[in-house]
């Protein structure tokens, strides 16, 4: 257990949650700066694996789903969609990459498109009043703008 909210990143077991959370050895890190901290030093390796990495020390980190969640978001007067990262980022959102996974999580590509995020509960909810059935499927409605939400095949 780590003393006084500080984690070693070369000591511990690090893991990014699907539930947005940082686990230090299967505890979740409560302390809100150490998170802040580990979601802007992640790096994703050129083999895929992500890493966390601040001056001289990194740690590989078990990602169980996606490395970057959606916490929140606005729409503009002018239609766009602002999501905010768990790295404390904000990106306009491209609509034509949303997509429906298992248990209908919903899912879009941030980070030009490198990435995938999560939307997290909250900000699900703040999408809500802006999605529509249309059909058997479901589609992003902002203004007059239309977007379908793909179904992911499979596991996506």
């Not at 609509?95 to 498109?113: F, I, Q, W």
């Not at 809500?128 to 409605?141: D, E, H, K, T």
Request: glycine share 10%; proline share 4%; aromatic share 10%.
């Amino acid at each position: 257990m780590a003393r006084a909210g500080f984690y070693a990143v070369h000591g511990s077991k690090i893991r990014f949650g699907r539930d947005g959370r940082w686990y230090a050895d299967g505890e979740p890190i409560t302390n809100d700066r150490i998170a802040a901290l580990f979601a802007t030093h992640l790096r994703r390796e050129a083999d895929g694996r992500y890493v966390i990495r601040m001056g001289d020390e990194q740690a590989t980190i078990e990602v169980e789903d996606t490395a970057f969640v959606i916490v929140g978001l606005s729409v503009t007067p002018d239609g766009d969609v602002l999501v905010e990262l768990n790295d404390h980022t904000t990106e306009r959102l491209d609509p034509s990459t949303l997509v429906a996974g298992t248990d209908n999580v919903l899912y879009c590509r941030v980070k030009d498109g490198s990435e995938r995020a999560r939307f997290l509960r909250p900000a699900y909810y703040q999408l809500a009043p802006y999605v529509v059935q249309q059909g058997s499927g479901f589609q992003l409605r902002i203004g007059t703008a239309t977007y379908p939400i793909r179904a992911a095949a499979g596991s996506d």
